[in-house]
């Protein structure tokens, strides 16, 4: 059965910062491109970012460049998301997909002061 | 990028009656088009994927059609477990997006 979990959501304030990580199991993790994708409370789904097999490509949406990070360990099985400079937009759920099938059930993120 | 939208927002139907969900794409993504459902305090489940491949065990009640930039989810006899909000994805080029989504409820 294939598992996606993740953790490390929580309270932070503006400007702070939070790594998330996703942990994945039932699946061969390294041959897979990974996903990050949020909902922010009452909006509809936003993808955040995207990682390659390797970890040598990455991609983020425009409003979170420069700010977040995302990487993975293939040893791990475990994919990550840095959140830096936080902002109350940045509030959302979280998710780490393996595209397009498998999603975890995501992580709550609220920036707030 | 490209911009997809929903329509319409809400529909409101009576299990048993086919509904019909519209995506429409600002630019041609050719076949490169997802479809979810989305319930409240769950992950979304993948539905469709390149536009019309129904994805392991989902039901044939669920169809998707189109290419280019109008594409159709329907679903022919509605279940009460169906009634959920529907959202269509592009994975044509970056940034991948969403549409707005399609709220689906009882009438």
């Known amino acids: 059965e294939v598992q996606l979990v993740e953790s490390g959501g929580g309270l932070v304030q503006i400007g702070g910062s939070l790594r998330l990580s996703c942990s994945a199991s039932g699946i061969t993790f390294s041959n897979y491109v990974m996903h990050w994708v949020r909902q922010a409370p009452g909006k509809g789904l936003e993808y955040v970012s995207a990682i390659s097999t390797n970890g040598g490509s990455t991609l983020y949406t425009d409003s979170v460049k420069g700010r977040f990070t995302v990487s993975r360990d293939n040893s791990q099985n475990t994919l990550y998301l840095q959140l830096s400079s936080l902002r109350p937009e940045d509030t959302a759920v979280y998710y780490c997909?393996?595209?397009?099938?498998?999603w975890g059930q995501g992580t709550l993120v609220t920036v707030s002061s | 990028e490209i911009v997809l939208t929903q329509s319409p927002a809400t529909l409101s139907l009576s299990p048993g009656e086919r509904a019909t969900l519209s995506c429409r794409a600002s630019q041609g993504v050719g076949s490169a088009l997802v479809w979810y459902q989305h319930k409240a305090g769950q992950a979304p489940r993948l539905l469709i994927d390149?536009?019309?491949d129904r994805a392991t065990g989902v039901p044939a009640r669920f169809s998707g059609s189109g290419s280019g930039t109008d594409f159709t989810l329907t679903i022919s006899s509605l279940e009460p477990d169906d009634f959920a909000v529907y959202y269509c994805?592009?994975?044509?080029?970056?940034?991948?997006?969403f549409g707005q989504g399609t709220k689906l409820e009882i009438k």
């Open positions: 390149g536009a019309s």
């Open positions: 994805q592009h994975r044509s080029s970056w940034p991948y997006t």
């Open positions: 997909v393996r595209p397009y099938l498998y």
